[in-house]
């Protein structure tokens, strides 16, 4: 049974569970959702969230770091990106992190294809959250 006035307001009118030990009464920007939390009037992600998404980044843009620049370019190829975005991305020698802001990397990595990859769309989240739909 709830504990707490705002969980037991929720379960006896509204007809709505509350799973104390996952549920907590915060500020907004004390709370981090999904990876996501609120820094003033912005949504931000997480330190950890944002090492997660370089991290899946390396893997799609880098080979081994002693080959050639061809698993960098397979790997564009294989998300649909054009070529010569692919080759020019390739050889360049930024950094990965600054290659995930290229034409190549946004044009491979569709928000469909990232849903393929079983991913979650924070903004569709978000606007069912807000019965936008």
Same mark, same amino acid.
């Given at each position: 049974?709830?504990?707490?006035?705002?969980?037991?307001?929720?379960?006896?009118?509204?007809?709505?569970?509350?799973? %104390?030990?996952?549920?907590?009464?915060?500020?907004?920007? %004390?709370?981090?959702?999904?990876?996501?939390?609120?820094?003033?009037?912005?949504?931000?992600?997480?330190?950890?969230?944002?090492?997660?998404?370089?991290?899946?980044?390396?893997?799609? @843009?880098?080979?081994?770091?002693?080959? @050639?620049?061809?698993?960098?370019?397979?790997?564009?190829?294989?998300?649909? @990106?054009?070529?010569?975005?692919?080759?020019?991305?390739?050889?360049?020698?930024?950094?990965?992190?600054?290659?995930?802001? @290229?034409?190549?990397?946004?044009?491979?990595?569709?928000?469909?294809?990232?849903?393929?990859?079983?991913?979650?769309?924070?903004?569709?989240?978000?606007?069912?959250?807000?019965?936008?739909?």
């Amino acid at each position: 049974m709830p504990h707490s006035a705002t969980a037991l307001r929720l379960d006896r009118k509204l007809k709505l569970p509350v799973n %104390e030990q996952k549920s907590q009464v915060a500020k907004i920007s %004390e709370v981090t959702f999904l990876g996501f939390c609120f820094r003033g009037t912005k949504l931000r992600g997480t330190d950890a969230a944002r090492d997660d998404f370089k991290h899946r980044i390396r893997q799609l @843009t880098a080979g081994n770091s002693g080959d @050639t620049c061809g698993p960098k370019v397979r790997n564009l190829l294989a998300l649909g @990106t054009y070529k010569r975005q692919a080759i020019l991305t390739a050889i360049s020698s930024k950094s990965d992190w600054r290659l995930s802001k @290229t034409l190549a990397t946004h044009s491979g990595m569709t928000n469909d294809g990232l849903k393929q990859q079983g991913l979650i769309s924070f903004r569709d989240l978000w606007i069912k959250a807000q019965s936008y739909v």
